[in-house]
């Protein structure tokens, strides 16, 4: 398992890391989109590479909302694009040669888990002992700091995808998206479907107790895409890594060469489930709209 470098953040622990490649993957894809942006024209004489590269993405991601979601797919065209691009780019940061670091003084440092626990055995060693052997515990707590020290590794970049947080607030949001979808166009009905008691005019109270699966359903949908994102990202660099270790060239490439396909596979799967979970609430809550009208 990938080990992060970790800060506080208001008095949270957080993946310093992670953030890092976040907030840097993002400044990527929005200086590529600028790059791209400001080659398209109306005129067909300064028709070029970035404006069929920008028309190409677009009609990519517009056929996927409009075959999934239908006529209401415009307006996700502009969520599906950034979830695939973003997923695609933090997942191909993870393959970057980031064991390189190790040829370079400053680059940062992880302690492993022995040197953390020759420090946990030096401090309790400080608290057990008698005032008469104090020189001798903080001799023992002084050793194992610089075990520790000696232990320490070097880190090794990861795509963000490879820690749970990111896929998870992924999904998360992909699944407000979907709630909110059903309830924008089924309004009160839809909302309802959620919970135990319903109230409808002219049927008074009733209860409902197909909740349930809807609730499971709700909760289900996130875990899935957070753990096929997450495990796959990480059996991914795993497999790279082992590969690298094993042999230097030939095949490290070829590995990468997989994993290239794989990062679009992911990304794919993950933007057109998206679809697919936001085309089911719609069509359900458009459903709900006409049957109240018949």
């Not at 000696?150 to 699944?175: R, Y």
């Amino acid at each position: 398992m990938t080990q992060h470098i970790t800060g506080e953040i208001l008095g949270q622990s957080v993946h310093i890391d992670t953030l890092y490649y976040a907030w840097g993957s993002m400044a990527v894809i929005l200086a590529v989109a600028i790059f791209l942006s400001a080659g398209l024209s109306n005129d067909p004489e300064k028709y070029g590479a970035r404006q069929l590269i920008s028309e190409s993405l677009y009609s990519f991601f517009r056929s996927l909302a409009s075959e999934q979601i239908g006529k209401r797919g415009e307006k996700y065209i502009a969520l599906i694009g950034s979830i695939f691009i973003f997923i695609l780019v933090n997942y191909y940061a993870g393959l970057l040669p980031w064991k390189m670091g190790e040829f370079f003084p400053w680059w940062p440092k992880l302690p492993s888990e022995h040197g953390h626990e020759a420090t946990a055995h030096a401090e309790h060693a400080v608290d057990a002992h008698t005032a008469a052997v104090t020189e001798t515990a903080h001799a023992a707590h002084s050793a194992g700091e610089s075990i520790a020290s000696h232990a320490a590794h070097i880190w090794h970049g990861a795509s963000t995808c490879a820690d749970i947080n990111v896929p998870a607030a992924l999904a998360i949001l992909v699944v407000v998206v979907y709630f909110f979808s059903g309830a924008m166009i089924g309004g009160w009905k839809y909302v309802q479907m959620f919970l135990p008691i319903n109230y409808n005019k002219g049927k008074g109270i009733s209860l409902n107790l197909m909740c349930l699966i809807e609730i499971m359903d709700l909760a289900i949908r996130p875990l899935t895409l957070t753990l096929r994102l997450f495990a796959n990202t990480v059996a991914g660099e795993t497999l790279l890594a082992t590969f690298i270790g094993l042999v230097a060239l030939v095949l490290p490439i070829v590995v990468l060469g997989f994993e290239m396909f794989v990062g679009v596979l992911q990304a794919f799967l993950f933007t057109i489930l998206t679809c697919v979970y936001v085309g089911g609430a719609v069509q359900h809550a458009e459903h709900l709209v006409h049957g109240d009208h018949h």
